[in-house]
């Protein structure tokens, strides 16, 4: 896997997101952050290349943009703080992008017509959108919870908010989608991957009896699921609540190559795999 | 005692004058709702071909080829040209295959274009709610039929965009960030699962375009559309990436909560044609869906084609000997009053 994410390197030590593409800000994070738990295997003055091609993606505000100026869409900026959090020589950047990301924080409101799952849900808990014209959503919320973590600010009062607001999102029955709970008196069915990675930013955040059916909804999905993304997200879930996660390399190398086989592995899914593995002493995917 | 009112040189009496009052005013009312739900196509035709297909097995690809011969599509203007299948595929989950158009339907798809002569047939789609387009995929069937008939797929969630103004101006958004690749073909065709929608009353190929949004920039879900107005992004959407071509899956489709968590109903029609309000108005009327009451329908007419039933030439199959009443709930006030 790290071979293939590898071939996605550029000569501006960036990385495109799929093979052949020109260096792109969301891709490098993603290459960034899966390979600095394994500096071991990855030189490291490559690494700090790749880590200052990534600053240069950023705006005079903080914020990381895939359009620079056009579309202030928030969750590059999330990665870019979370990918930086091993380099200290980064600090001033990252810090810059901490100051910016707490600045976009918004109200949690869903729509109107949306009614939180958990009764005596409070809407007015700030959390993070997409981009800065919408209401706040998991995934966004989540990331922002993991960078927070990986900076050393879990015990900020914001952190505290934001996982607050994930524990809202969750489902009644167990596990998360995207963010909303019950719409028009239908309760709406849960996605592998979000409820992973909500598991991995609450871990520490909240206690085992808050999550527990979304903890069994994660081990149940670990069985049958067979995408890259999902079992990532799993596999992080999971773990960092000391779960099992049998046959996490097999599952996720077979996952790969199948996505592989129809052209649809990329830089995204390959950094996040080598990240899920990253606990593992010799987790390895071969494809 | 008031004097008689004169009218036309006949004395009116108070209490007639208050009766033609009445019934003038009625009549005003009555033509004005009149009025209102018929709405002005200003003289658009368009063709709309409905084939049944009673399930999945049926020999799809002859039926669309078929539908093409009926529409006037011809090889002459095929030959050579890029086709993009733009599936509906927002969120999969286990033994709900209602949610997204039927990998089955897709590859006849492929077949019939190829067969008539179209140089390349490619899938593209930005799933709506779930970021693992792979996972989406797998569910659904669709890795499957891309890998047995080595398709391409394009996951529009992350391909490189360009800057499109907003052709139609409703939202306040002057530009939309759209997939380059829809700029590189000749053909964008939508091809919907015929579904019943708990904001919009239902989904079909001009909703469908909500898909084309890259959820790397306006995120998933792709809120920003339902925050600019749905209906309003639906009308701008279709402005802007013009598809040339509505195929929707209506073999199963979903009828109550939809577009998620709706039931099954089986339905057994392909509905087709070159023009997308025109053939959803079709298919709402086969769901017993009154087009005029879904907003952006009804919005379309002579804007973005045909809504009316007399300028729509149904072609194949009748509305009649298919149509089949799509579920409706109470509790959805997108549901209210929209049953034909």
Partial sequence: ?287 | MSSPVELFGRKLSRRDFITAGAVLGTGMYFGKNWWDNIPNDHGWRERVFIGKAADYDRPLARLIRDGFKTLGVTSAELIGKRILLKPNLVESHEGRPQISTHPLLVRAAIEAFLGMGAAEVLVAEGPGHERDTMRVLQLNGLAGVLREDRIRYFDLNYLETCSVTNAGGLVKAAKFELPRILQAVDWVVSMPKMKTHHWMGVTLSMKNMFGVMPGCYYGWPKNVLHHWGIADAILDLNLTVKPQFSIVDGIVGMEGDGPILGGAKACGVVVMGRNAPAVDATAARIMKINPHRISYLKRSTGWLGPVSEHMIQQVGEKISTVATPFQLLDRIPAHHGIRL
């Fill in chain 1, 1 to 287: 896997m790290e071979q293939f994410l590898a071939g996605l390197r550029q000569a501006d030590h960036g990385y495109g997101m799929v093979p052949g593409e020109a260096s792109a800000a969301l891709p490098t994070a993603f290459a960034l952050l899966s390979l600095k738990p394994r500096q071991g295997s990855v030189q490291r003055g490559e690494l700090q290349e790749t880590a200052f091609r990534l600053t240069r993606w950023q705006q005079e505000n903080g914020s990381l943009e895939l359009l620079q100026g056009q579309y202030p869409c928030t969750w590059p900026t999330m990665l870019f703080i979370w990918a930086l959090s091993a380099f200290p020589e980064f600090k001033p950047a990252r810090d810059r992008a901490l100051d910016c990301l707490l600045n976009q924080m918004k109200s949690s409101k869903p729509n109107s017509l949306v009614v939180m799952g958990n009764a005596g849900g409070d809407c007015d808990l700030d959390s993070w959108g997409w981009c800065d014209h919408n209401y706040s959503w998991v995934v966004p919320t989540a990331l922002a919870v993991c960078a927070l973590k990986a900076t050393g600010r879990g015990g900020d009062l914001r952190t505290g908010q934001a996982s607050r607001m994930l524990l809202q999102r969750q489902l009644p029955s167990g596990g998360w989608n995207y963010g909303n709970t019950i719409v028009l008196e239908s309760e709406l069915l849960p996605l592998p991957d979000t409820t992973g990675l909500a598991l991995y930013a609450l871990a520490g955040k909240a206690v085992e009896a808050d999550v527990t059916k979304s903890l069994a909804y994660a081990a149940q999905a670990w069985e049958v699921e067979k995408a890259p993304l999902s079992l990532a997200w799993l596999c992080l879930g999971l773990n960092a609540w000391n779960h099992p996660v049998p046959d996490a390399e097999k599952k996720l190398g077979r996952a790969c190559a199948e996505t592989l086989g129809i052209g649809l592995l990329n830089a995204e899914l390959a950094g996040m795999t080598i990240l899920a593995l990253s606990w593992l002493p010799q987790g390895k995917v071969r494809i």
